[in-house]
T-cell receptor, first 113, second 111 residues
Framework: EAGVTQFPSHSVIEKGQTVTLRCDPISGHDNLYWYRRVMGKEIKFLLH????????ESGMPNNRFLAERTGGTYSTLKVQPAELEDSGVYFC???????????FGNGTRLTVT | GDSVTQMEGPVTLSEEAFLTINCTYT??????LFWYVQYPGEGLQLLLK?????DKGSNKGFEATYRKETTSFHLEKGSVQVSDSAVYFC??????????FGAGTRLTVKP
């Protein structure tokens, strides 16, 4: 089966610009998660979708971040406007079961200059 | 809140050396515990897991035992190889919660 895919793999943008990250989970996985790793620190939870609904978005840092999962398939994470501290690697993961055995994508490395 | 603390790296070992990466956790309930590995240029992969106290997870020569009394889940391997060079993340998950990760430990194995 195809794994979790993320696009783009790298993105370099200027402060104040907008970036949209995409995640395609494994087909049939209802649970979709976004995580972020900043500057070699721990991987931090951002939010969790169950199908198209946001189950938990307690990790979203602020209202510059908007995640959607229309139709319960792929998800997008938009950062608008981007700030320097948003730089990091954004991981998407999906799972079918609880407690989750997560399947991760390769991540999107975002650099804000 | 629920959290994971793992030993800081980087860790550099010679091939065939013994590896231990310490991990301790804090949780209000009874979490499942995981070790994930990220090889260069790849995403995170589940290495092993344990879902209850005294369980031992094992895979590819790596082992970790869920110790409730010491709230630990240390990763061990008896003889590391160059191909084990990667970043290792300890993590926990409560039944209906999200995954909490440690900061990651970079392992470099030299021939």
């Amino acid at each position: 089966e195809a794994g979790v895919t993320q696009f783009p793999s790298h993105s370099v943008i200027e402060k104040g610009q907008t970036v949209t990250l995409r995640c395609d989970p494994i087909s049939g996985h209802d649970n979709l998660y976004w995580y972020r790793r900043v500057m070699g620190k721990e991987i931090k939870f951002l939010l969790h979708f169950v199908k198209e609904s946001k189950q938990d978005e307690s990790g979203m840092p602020n209202n510059r971040f908007l995640a959607e999962r229309t139709g319960g398939t792929y998800s997008t994470l938009k950062v608008q406007p981007a700030e320097l501290e948003d730089s990091g690697v954004y991981f998407c993961a999906s799972s079918q079961t609880q407690p989750p055995s997560l399947h991760f994508g390769n991540g999107t490395r975002l650099t804000v200059t | 809140g629920d959290s994971v603390t793992q030993m800081e790296g980087p860790v550099t070992l010679s091939e065939e050396a013994f590896l231990t990466i310490n991990c301790t956790y804090t949780a209000t309930g009874y979490p499942s515990l995981f070790w994930y590995v990220q090889y260069p240029g790849e995403g995170l992969q589940l290495l092993l897991k344990a879902t209850k106290a005294d369980d031992k997870g094992s895979n590819k020569g790596f082992e970790a035992t869920y110790r409730k009394e010491t709230t630990s889940f240390h990763l061990e391997k008896g003889s590391v190889q160059v191909s084990d060079s990667a970043v290792y993340f300890c993590a926990l998950s409560l039944v209906y919660g999200d995954m909490r990760f440690g900061a990651g430990t970079r392992l470099t194995v030299k021939p």
